[in-house]
């Protein structure tokens, strides 16, 4: 790989001369900026790409050219010397300002200060900046997504009391959400490599209109790196290389990107790989978090072994492997097509919230883990830009998906390794349009349809002899989940004071499932379902000034029944086992959220959202019946039987807040605060707190940015949440959380202290390094299962050419 990198650099040496062409960087850390708008007096245009560069040819009769984008002071300036320039171009970031550009709202660019919604974004300079193991801890740097972690290889966003099936996750505009997303947490985020990633948003709250089912509590859209045209008569080869250590979990990564670019074609290829040993938790915390002892297998028996370091978290180390090819076609200004692979996979991991259990004084599982978790989609993009009668820009995104997840487990003693395979083949095709690019009115609106298709095995083996039977599958094999939808938004801007949008989708969804296992006697044969979804949102935004917004949005969402939630077999949990149920129906959310900005003499911005969300037909886990009994013999140990059922209602409210105050000589002041409380009805007609709805956390982050240098100071938060602000379902889980006095499960407040900087030294290196949780302290996010890292000191370099 070392050769494959000179081999690169060396060709980019060689090709230096980039004739007509500039390249726009940000003037404080020297990285390259893409859609910067390059104008003049005769109303021609161009965009920076990409890599920040930008052909200048079309400008060779101007007498002025404006180079801009918010959020940075323009610069004007001559074509003669703009063409002699021997530097690049810097632009200096502007003072405090409440436009910027975002994509997921709607599917297309808008200015932020028109959307009703509240939307967070995570950057390319944060990504840099940061250094995120995986794309869970790139959410998790956003300071307003709360990552839980079951093992090492995961993480399971919460947003305003939804997680899992109730958020929906988005690569460059495709669904990943499939049709066995559970309730329970998920790390199907970890597929994606987060150093492929050019930026990331966040909408907070419903976004079923534009996202369809799933987007509840919020929409999390990724956009990885585009293939750039070549900006000169040659072809132009860029890329970078990065190498990086993470010293408490010896993390070893190593990543590599390439884009070839000519006049009409480019390409894009990045591969990453990173191997991750057992993590090490923090010295300073409860007791209740250490690992004292572990299972390991000697002479063909289970022994629990004493842990020489019960710091270490053994077994939770893996490795990952990440890659993407995209190749673009551009004929004309009209005309763009994109096609990319991407494919992820895992090695075994652990999860470790299963190996801390135990049963009568011993280990519940010798084995518990999930297989390689393996990702590949194919996705052909196709955009036109020519204004007509019908539109002015629109998008076909067709995308196939195939999704392989695995489990295993052991108990401890038992010679018998029970696994469980699954697939989901998902096809979807998206058709969005765009009308009105000049204000008043503009229209977005489109077509989706979708087609997973579910495969599903079940096998024991005998660890010893070898001999292996069959055994229920998770799901019914062959099953499908189809939905089809049209949606229509539509922005209404009669002034610069105020913002109006309002959209409306119908979603029809189908299950068929066949329960033909001949293991199990079920009182139905075949699931169909057929049904339908209406939702809607209504919003504005009120800038009675460039320093003032205020926002209010109303809106619905809604979650269709999935394979997992109506042909879900059988899954083991205590003493109790989980059966389908077919009578499932879609649960609705209806959100109300008001929100306000305000910027103080280019110094100080505050904003703050409050929001209220009402569950109704909530999908929970209740008492069920199978042919008319309640409890069932499985696995040889009479179980309480279960079903997913339409039976509870649930709020969700609470406020996030931010702050940023610009100081004198490159130095800054953010910080955000969230709290959000959640209740959920119980099947005796009580309630209590919802299991999704994390305690309250924030950040405060003291940076710095000039001269090419970035340092961040900052701190992380998190209030306790006692027992009896537990979940009940949390409330069982106490081999995960400390003890309080009485001898209960409860979550303590912890906080860390981190510090992280870069400098780039010219335009083709930069380093990275940062300590995370400097005090060292042992403390573990509200519902994982494995404890946070200690101590952690990270290092990168990183190489442009």
Do not use: C
């Not at 505009?173 to 492929?196: E, K």
């Amino acid at each position: 790989m070392k050769n494959i990198f000179t081999m690169f650099f060396m060709l980019t040496m060689l090709a230096t001369t980039f004739a007509q062409s500039i390249t726009v960087r940000d003037e404080a850390d020297y990285l390259p900026i893409e859609g910067v708008m390059v104008s003049d007096e005769n109303n021609n245009m161009a965009f920076t790409n990409s890599q920040g560069k930008v052909n200048i040819k079309k400008f060779s009769n101007s007498q002025q050219i404006t180079i801009s984008l918010l959020g940075y002071v323009s610069l004007n300036i001559s074509y003669d010397d703009l063409s002699k320039m021997k530097a690049d171009i810097l632009l200096k970031q502007d003072e405090l300002s409440l436009d910027e550009v975002v994509i997921s709202a709607n599917r297309w660019q808008q200015n932020k200060s028109e959307v009703p919604n509240r939307i967070t974004a995570v950057t390319k300079k944060d990504i840099v900046l940061q250094n995120p193991q995986t794309s869970a801890d790139l959410l998790g740097f956003s300071d307003e997504v709360y990552i839980q972690k079951s093992q090492l290889g995961g993480g399971s966003p919460m947003i305003r009391g939804f997680s899992t099936n109730r958020l929906l996750l988005t690569i460059d505009g495709v669904r990943m959400n499939t049709a066995i997303f559970r309730g329970g947490n998920l790390q199907n985020v970890i597929s994606i490599d987060p150093l492929a990633v050019e930026s990331s948003e966040i909408i907070f709250g419903p976004g079923s209109v534009i996202y369809g089912s799933d987007a509840i509590g919020g929409v999390m859209s990724f956009y990885t790196l585009e293939p750039a045209l070549s900006t000169t008569d040659k072809v132009e080869v860029s890329g970078s290389a990065l190498t990086r250590y993470s010293s408490a979990n010896g993390e070893r990564t190593g990543h590599f990107d390439v884009n070839i670019g000519g006049k009409k074609w480019a390409s894009t290829t990045s591969f990453s790989y990173s191997e991750f040993g057992d993590l090490r938790m923090g010295s300073n915390g409860p007791d209740d978090y250490l690992v004292p002892v572990f299972v390991s297998t000697i002479d063909s028996q289970d022994v629990v072994v004493n842990n020489p370091d019960p710091e270490v978290q053994t077994p939770t180390g893996y490795n990952q492997v990440n890659m993407m090819q995209k190749i673009r076609f551009s004929p004309n200004e009209n005309w763009d097509l994109t096609y990319g692979l991407h494919y992820s996979t895992t090695s075994n991991y652990a999860r470790f919230d299963r190996h801390r259990r135990m049963r009568d004084g011993y280990p519940r599982y010798a084995e518990w883990y999930y297989g390689p978790q393996e990702w590949m989609m194919n996705n052909l993009k196709i955009s036109h830009s020519k204004a007509n009668a019908i539109y002015d820009n629109v998008t076909l995104n067709m995308a196939y998906q195939n999704f392989e997840e695995s489990r295993h487990s052991r108990n401890f003693g038992s010679t018998t390794l029970e696994n469980n395979v699954e697939t989901v083949d998902a096809y979807s095709v998206n058709l969005d349009f765009e009308k009105g690019d000049e204000k008043p009115h503009r229209f977005f609106y489109g077509l989706e349809a979708i087609l997973n298709k579910v495969g599903s095995t079940g096998e024991e083996n005998d660890i010893y002899t070898g001999v292996t039977a069959p055994i229920a599958p998770r799901y019914p094999e062959g099953s499908t989940w189809s939905s089809y939808a049209a949606y229509l938004s539509y922005e209404y801007v009669p002034s610069e004071v105020w913002a109006w949008q309002a959209g409306v989708r119908y979603n029809a969804f189908a299950i068929q499932a066949s329960f033909d296992d001949p293991a199990y006697a079920y009182p139905f044969e075949d699931a169909n379902l057929n049904n339908g979804a209406l939702t809607g949102s209504l919003g504005t935004v009120y800038s009675p000034g460039p320093t003032w917004k205020i926002r209010a949005n109303l809106s619905t969402g809604f979650r269709a029944p999935n394979i997992d939630d109506v042909g879900k077999l059988f899954e083991s949990v205590d003493y109790a086992v989980v059966v389908p149920n077919p009578d499932l129906k879609a649960e609705y959310a209806y959100n109300a959220e008001v929100g306000i900005a305000k910027v103080f003499s280019n110094v100080v911005k505050l904003d703050a959202t409050a929001y209220y969300t009402i569950l109704e037909n909530a999908q929970v886990r209740r008492p069920y019946s199978l042919n008319g009994q309640d409890s069932v013999m499985y696995n040889g140990e009479m179980s309480q039987v279960l079903a997913i059922q339409n039976a509870a209602n649930a709020r969700v409210y609470g406020v996030q807040v931010g702050m940023e105050i610009k100081l004198p000589a490159g130095f800054a002041l953010e910080s955000v605060y969230n709290w959000q409380k959640g209740e959920e009805e119980l099947d005796d007609g009580e309630t209590a707190p919802m299991r999704h709805a994390a305690p309250a956390f924030g950040s405060t982050h003291l940076r710095f940015m000039q001269n090419r240098v970035m340092l961040d100071l900052y701190a992380n938060y998190n209030a306790e949440m006692s027992y009896d602000d537990l979940a009940p379902s949390e409330q069982e889980k106490g081999e995960i959380y400390a003890a309080d006095a009485n001898g209960n499960p409860y979550s303590p407040s912890w906080y860390t202290l981190n510090f992280k900087g870069s400098y780039q030294i010219n335009s083709h290196f930069q380093v990275t390094a940062g300590l995370e949780n400097i005090t060292d302290q042992r403390y573990l996010p509200y519902s994982s299962g494995i404890v946070a890292a200690g101590r952690n000191f990270i290092m990168g370099l990183r190489a442009n050419f």
